[in-house]
């Protein structure tokens, strides 16, 4: 039994970015400046985008994402249930509807066949989740967007580096948006960013990132700018500061080295856990690399056992287990909102019942992966 406690997610942080944010502070440069500049570029390159716009949220790239894309009130946006808060609120947030597609059980991404049966002349975009580091089928889901005209962005908040056929997602869509929220497989503290490859989109991205106006504060104050603004929109304080670019330059160099190591672990889990008769272990598909933000696991009807009693035990063993996702449709909003009921998306309310995310990250040592397996093989003996 472990005397400390061992949290679902811990980022890793280095000396280099604890070297960069104090040189950050001895600048006197805080916002928005020549690191978040330089965070932009190096994020664009290691996605293969054209341009990478950084915020302060995930959740302010996909609103952004959304406006730049035109949907606007009246507007119904598709996506899937099984996903964060974020994604279905940021919809809501530009007057649109929410309407969520059923996912595959397998992958729990969106189901391509379940989209085209959503879509109304009201459609205006999708925008698709690559759940726990799985991209989604971009083939098929491209193909739909195409010939029905609709916006297509990609909710990447679990894929920095998760690749679709040897591409990195990021490009799929007209933006994709990513988190550097500190449970991520990198981190900013907060943090997100846009990628595009559509100079308009992009150019709309920054203006509306800080106050709809015309120029950044970096150009106004700095020797090379001027007091004069304009303001073109109404737009919002979602810009990234420096001192959060600072620790993803050095986040973004280490990511490759991450995302291996959390590869090892997630085969670690795959040995480890194997001959358990009551657990289905994550599922990958051919020709994509998974990132695995998250390790989820399901629990098998039939055996007398319940996804929040495992829970549970493992709490009471100083482990941290956590549930990717309550499906959108079920949550208070939007069930009083727009009629939303249990029995609607069938798939992800069933996946959502099992299943629960390990621990799994680059801080852990491979014995605390080991601790954790063998913690949910002795349940199965108790
Ligand atoms: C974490 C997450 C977000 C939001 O990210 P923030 O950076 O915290 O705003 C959006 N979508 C999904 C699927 C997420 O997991």
Redesign the pocket.
């Known amino acids: 039994m472990r005397d400390t406690f061992l949290p679902f997610g811990l980022p890793l942080v280095g000396n280099e970015e604890k070297q960069e944010i104090l040189d950050v502070l001895e600048s006197g440069w805080l916002t928005t400046g020549p690191r978040t500049k330089l965070f932009e570029h190096k994020f664009a390159e290691y996605i293969g985008a054209k341009h990478a716009v950084a915020v302060n ?6 609103h952004l994402s959304l406006l730049s894309c035109g949907v606007t009130v009246g507007d119904e946006v598709i996506t899937s249930p099984f ?5 279905g609120n940021t919809i809501v947030h530009c007057g649109a509807r929410p309407v969520f597609a059923d996912i595959d059980p397998v992958t729990c991404n969106i189901d391509p066949e379940k989209i085209e049966k959503h879509i109304t002349s009201r459609t205006k975009a999708l925008i698709v ?1 690559h ?1 726990a580091g799985q991209p989604c089928d971009m083939d098929r889901i491209q193909e739909i967007t195409k010939r029905h005209g609709l916006k297509l962005i990609e ?1 990447a ?2 894929a920095v580096g998760t690749e679709y056929h040897g591409v990195k997602v990021g490009t799929f869509g007209d933006t994709a ?5 500190p ?2 497989t990198m981190t900013t503290g ?3 960013m846009i990628t595009t490859n559509d100079d308009s989109i992009a150019d709309m991205c920054r203006v509306l990132a800080l106050h709809g106006i015309s120029k950044d504060a970096w150009q106004r104050y700095s020797d090379k700018g001027n007091w004069y603004y304009e303001i073109m929109y109404p737009g919002f304080k979602y810009n990234m500061s420096d001192l959060q670019a600072a620790l993803g330059i050095h986040q973004l160099d280490r990511l490759d080295e991450f995302i291996t190591i959390r590869e090892r672990y997630a085969r670690r889990f795959d040995v480890g856990l194997a001959e358990i008769p009551w657990i289905d272990l994550p599922l990958v598909g051919t020709n994509i690399r998974h990132s695995w ?1 998250l390790y989820p696991i399901r629990i098998k009807s039939g055996f007398g056992i319940t996804r929040d009693e495992l829970i549970t035990k493992l709490r009471e063993k100083n482990i941290g287990a956590s549930v ?2 309550i499906p959108l449709h079920l949550h208070p909003y939007y069930a009083k909102t727009y009629g939303y009921k249990r029995g609607d998306y069938p798939f992800a309310e069933a996946v959502f019942e099992s299943i629960l995310s390990l621990p799994l990250y680059p801080k852990m040592d491979p014995s605390d992966i080991d601790y954790v397996i063998d913690s949910i093989k002795e349940f199965v003996t108790s």
């Open positions: 949220s995930c959740t302010a790239a996909l996903t964060f808060a974020a994604t989740v759940y909710d908040a679990h948006c990513f988190s550097f929220y449970t991520k907060e943090g997100g933000h990717h996702f």
